[in-house]
């Protein structure tokens, strides 16, 4: 059986990355008029936060889970490091960025969502966070020609729904965490 105790101990790596997604929204919809380079470097900010703590979250978590979360947050913070780099991108470019790491963060999400589901029952926050990931960046490969405006809106959408899902994850690990404090202090 997969354990996920290490994982379930460090619970707040999770919900730091859910509170920044919301944030991130948040943001997104509060100055929905911002110039391209402001949405370049607030999302090259929160693909390198993500990312950074996905791979704190792979380092501290077992090894079954490492290699899925440690790529997911190689590829955020890939992308959010080329949003850093290459300021001049151009508004196209930038959303098959945002694309693809949206594809790929989902594909790894719902791989360490199948190895999570043998431990902890009912648990779709994962699930629900990886297909959304997909079908995100699926219609920004698809619709790329849409406005700034609706683009912003979207990834404000995404943000939230993502960190939501993201924060869901994180009571049912800190439940896992605090049932496994209880176990064994009553041993």
């Known amino acids: 059986m997969i354990r996920v105790d290490e994982l379930a101990r460090h619970w707040w790596v999770i919900g730091l990355r859910g509170l920044a997604a919301v944030l991130f929204g948040i943001l997104a919809f ?4 911002m ?7 607030l999302f090259g900010a929160y693909a390198l936060v993500d990312g950074i703590l996905g791979i704190i ?29 290459v300021p001049g991108l151009t508004a196209l470019v930038l959303l098959y960025i945002i694309a693809l790491w ?19 029952s009912n648990e779709l926050g994962l699930i629900i966070g990886g297909v959304l990931s997909v079908l ?20 404000g959408a995404y943000a939230i729904i993502f960190g939501i ?19 064994v202090s009553a041993a």
């Open 165 to 183: 899902s993201l924060l869901a994850l994180t009571w049912r690990l800190r439940e896992h965490h605090q049932a496994l404090g209880g176990a």
């Open 30 to 33: 509060v100055w929905p008029g």
């Open 136 to 155: 995100f960046g699926i219609v920004l490969l698809v619709a790329p020609g849409t406005g700034a405006l609706a683009v912003v809106f979207l990834i």
């Open 57 to 85: 979250a792979a380092f501290r978590g077992e090894t079954h889970h490492r290699v899925a979360l440690g790529l997911e947050g190689v590829v955020g913070v890939l992308a959010g490091l080329a949003a850093f780099v």
């Open 35 to 41: 110039t391209l380079a402001v949405l370049i470097l």
């Open 102 to 120: 949206a594809i790929l963060t989902g594909v790894f999400e719902l791989f360490a969502a199948i190895r999570l589901r043998r431990v902890l």
